[in-house]
């Protein structure tokens, strides 16, 4: 799996920057408000590498003496520590903006170790006050999150980087919670010579639903695990429909799979189950668990050969790719006379189901598993 990374400016970012611009003693050390629990939950959380970027100008020389600065990092990434933070890696260059080197921010000469691969760098960020760290998140081809007034939105426009930068937050607050709305996702392009398969999902996201498959009924149920869910789901599928329905169905089911697992990250905090729904005359009963194994049991009957124009035979086909994508086991029961109210009812179940299993226990990140591993 791809890593992700938060590159976080210091100097006003994590701790305040005076007005000469050089935390060089403990007097002047001030951390940001919310900074500590903040980063603590993102790092129990996710699984964004932490790494501190940091133009520190002219360090090392009689202006700014190593020992001052030596004294201040030691004692902030102490402060840090005691809190449960650790940082993967810490960068620090000591140019002054005149000599214009590539390893200054916003160039990317410190981080080439992120740009020859490994890293998810689209799904990354660059967090800090300048505008700088916002071209830094351009160059790097991460997304950028800027500290400081909603007003700063006309210097990013002017900048041209107002597509670079995905939020301008006031506080640490406001960094976390976006992190926790957008950050537990996957994207997935699965692309053969039958079909062509774009799927996003957004497991903290309102449920809303962008779906074409050229299947009209298809569509239908894909909305219904997505609005009962609370999972945001968009989903464009292109494929030989003149042949017939199989290859669609079937790679739509893994590339949402596939998009569900990367969200899912390292599961810590997550409920794991899900557990039936009626509808009408029908009743389905759908017990999930996102534990790893991937496996489908399904106890389900349909009299007629197709609903709109998606043959019920590929009902039990959809599940079992997308239970073997995303490794996870799927019950599925379901009864009723009515033959679309019972398969709608087995999607908004699954729906129903998958909701409280990909919920976040915010007092509890620990793993939901007594192996230590899933």
Same mark, same amino acid.
């Given at each position: 799996?791809?890593?992700? !990374?938060?590159? @976080? &400016?210091?100097?006003?970012?994590?701790?305040?920057? =005076? !007005?000469?611009?050089?935390?060089?003693?403990?007097?002047?050390?001030?951390?940001? =408000?919310?900074?500590? +629990?903040?980063?603590? +939950?993102?790092?129990?959380?996710?699984?964004?590498?932490?790494?501190?970027?940091?133009?520190?100008?002219?360090?090392?020389?009689?202006?700014?003496?190593?020992?001052?600065?030596?004294? #201040?990092?030691?004692?902030?990434?102490?402060?840090?520590?005691?809190?449960?933070?650790?940082?993967?890696?810490?960068?620090?260059? +000591?140019?002054?903006?005149?000599?214009?080197? =590539?390893?200054? %921010?916003?160039?990317?000469?410190?981080?080439? %170790?992120?740009?020859?691969? /490994?890293?998810?760098?689209?799904?990354?960020?660059?967090?800090?006050?300048?505008?700088?760290?916002?071209?830094?998140?351009?160059?790097? /081809?991460? %997304?950028?999150?800027?500290?400081?007034?909603?007003?700063? !939105?006309?210097?990013?426009?002017?900048?041209?980087?107002?597509?670079?930068?995905?939020?301008?937050?006031?506080?640490?607050?406001?960094?976390?919670?976006?992190?926790?709305?957008?950050?537990?996702?996957?994207?997935?392009?699965?692309?053969?010579?039958?079909?062509?398969?774009? #799927?996003?999902?957004?497991? &903290?996201?309102?449920?809303?639903?962008?779906?074409?498959?050229?299947?009209?009924?298809?569509?239908?149920?894909?909305?219904?695990?997505? %609005?009962?869910?609370?999972?945001?789901?968009? @989903?464009?599928?292109?494929?030989?429909?003149?042949?017939?329905?199989?290859?669609?169905?079937?790679?739509?089911?893994?590339?949402?799979?596939?998009?569900?697992?990367?969200?899912?990250?390292?599961?810590?905090?997550? /409920?794991?189950?899900?557990?039936?729904?009626?509808? &009408?005359?029908?009743?389905?009963?759908?017990?999930?668990?996102?534990?790893?194994?991937?496996?489908?049991?399904?106890?389900?009957?349909?009299?007629?050969?197709?609903?709109?124009?998606? =043959?019920?035979?590929?009902?039990?086909?959809?599940?079992?790719?997308?239970?073997?994508?995303?490794?996870?086991?799927?019950?599925?029961?379901?009864?009723?006379?009515?033959?679309?109210?019972?398969?709608?009812?087995?999607?908004?179940?699954? /729906?129903?189901?998958?909701?409280?299993?990909?919920?976040?226990?915010?007092?509890?990140?620990?793993?939901?598993?007594?192996?230590?591993?899933?």
């Amino acid at each position: 799996m791809m890593k992700r !990374a938060l590159f @976080i &400016d210091r100097d006003g970012t994590l701790i305040a920057e =005076p !007005a000469d611009e050089q935390v060089d003693s403990l007097q002047k050390l001030e951390f940001l =408000p919310g900074v500590f +629990r903040n980063l603590y +939950r993102i790092r129990q959380y996710f699984d964004f590498e932490l790494v501190i970027v940091s133009n520190q100008d002219g360090l090392g020389t009689a202006a700014y003496p190593l020992r001052n600065y030596t004294m #201040v990092q030691d004692k902030m990434l102490k402060a840090f520590s005691n809190e449960g933070i650790m940082f993967d890696d810490i960068l620090i260059d +000591r140019s002054r903006k005149s000599e214009k080197k =590539p390893t200054r %921010k916003p160039g990317t000469g410190m981080l080439t %170790k992120y740009l020859q691969g /490994g890293y998810d760098l689209a799904g990354s960020y660059v967090i800090g006050d300048r505008l700088t760290d916002i071209e830094l998140a351009k160059n790097l /081809g991460a %997304k950028g999150i800027l500290i400081g007034d909603r007003k700063r !939105a006309a210097e990013v426009k002017k900048k041209g980087l107002s597509r670079h930068c995905s939020l301008i937050a006031k506080s640490w607050d406001e960094i976390s919670d976006f992190l926790f709305s957008s950050g537990r996702s996957g994207s997935v392009l699965r692309q053969t010579e039958e079909t062509a398969v774009s #799927v996003s999902v957004a497991l &903290d996201g309102k449920g809303k639903a962008s779906v074409s498959t050229g299947l009209g009924f298809f569509n239908h149920m894909l909305e219904q695990i997505a %609005k009962h869910s609370g999972i945001s789901v968009e @989903i464009k599928t292109k494929g030989d429909l003149q042949v017939d329905e199989h290859h669609s169905i079937e790679d739509t089911a893994i590339a949402l799979g596939e998009a569900l697992l990367t969200a899912l990250g390292n599961k810590r905090g997550t /409920g794991r189950y899900g557990f039936v729904l009626p509808m &009408d005359d029908s009743l389905a009963q759908v017990a999930i668990d996102l534990g790893g194994r991937p496996w489908l049991v399904w106890e389900v009957s349909f009299l007629r050969e197709k609903i709109g124009d998606m =043959p019920t035979e590929m009902f039990y086909h959809f599940f079992k790719s997308f239970a073997d994508a995303a490794r996870c086991n799927i019950n599925i029961k379901a009864t009723g006379d009515n033959e679309h109210h019972k398969a709608e009812a087995i999607f908004k179940a699954v /729906g129903r189901a998958l909701k409280p299993a990909t919920a976040i226990d915010p007092l509890n990140n620990a793993l939901p598993s007594t192996k230590g591993l899933i």
